[in-house]
């Protein structure tokens, strides 16, 4: 069953502003990560955050991770034409080698 | 270079046909899984493993089959018996005990397409 419920649906924003992304789960998780595909392709890991931590970072990214409200946010900053494609998040609960998927945010970057 | 292999890139299956999805890893994963993704869905997992020789179904594992002879290989065959295949399949690996690390590597996916 899928868990990750990503919004909005679609986001489309000009070149060099800020992209943000949430995702809302419902069981407990053991880490949550995020994953880009563009069009016609695989999935391409992003990010991971555990359970504990709170915030993570990686280049231009930047999840936060609230487990009390189930929810995680997704910041792509000075987003460029590249970053155009579908973002899911995707959950992985405790012990657990699955990964149960949403169905993701299409960002368009207008250059 | 490490990665995943899916073949071909592009199916089309007849009516009543068996048709095999073909997955390789050279990344010595253990785990290996596949996924049904349709247009502006999520991905659905079909199938599963964990190890050589045992795998899992999924939540959409009826018209689907799969084996696991050989680490580096997990064929998926969409059986007759699946009565809308029509999708883009998915194949992915992780390490044993990677996901709480290192998260999935996915192969660049099959079209599957029924004429």
């Known amino acids: 069953s899928q868990q990750g419920e990503e919004d909005p649906q679609a986001l489309s924003i000009q070149e060099g502003e800020n992209a943000t992304m949430n995702c809302s789960y419902k069981t407990s998780i053991n880490n949550l990560q995020w994953y880009r595909q563009n069009s016609g392709r695989g999935l391409v890991h992003l990010i991971l955050i555990r359970s504990n931590e709170r915030e993570k970072h990686s280049g231009r990214l930047r999840v936060t991770l609230d487990t009390s409200k189930k929810s995680s946010s997704l910041l792509i900053t000075a987003s460029r034409a590249a970053d155009t494609a579908s973002y899911f998040c995707a959950t992985a609960g405790a012990g657990s080698y699955q990964l149960t998927f949403g169905k993701g945010t299409k960002l368009s970057v207008i250059p | 270079d490490g990665g995943i292999t899916q073949s071909p890139k592009y199916l089309f299956r007849k009516e009543g046909q068996n048709v095999t999805l073909s997955c390789e890893q050279n990344l010595n994963h253990d785990a290996m899984y596949w996924y049904r993704q349709d247009p502006g869905q999520g991905l659905r997992l079909i199938y599963y493993?964990?190890?050589?020789?045992?795998?899992q179904k999924g939540d959409i594992a009826e018209g689907y089959s799969v084996s696991r002879e050989k680490k580096e290989s997990f064929p998926l065959t969409v059986t007759s018996a699946q009565k809308n295949p029509t999708a883009f399949y998915l194949c992915?690996?992780?390490?044993?005990?990677?996901?709480?690390?290192?998260?999935?590597?996915f192969g660049s996916g099959t079209r599957l397409t029924v004429v």
């Open positions: 992915a690996s992780s390490m044993s005990g990677g996901i709480d690390n290192y998260g999935y590597t």
């Open positions: 493993s964990q190890i050589v020789n045992d795998f």
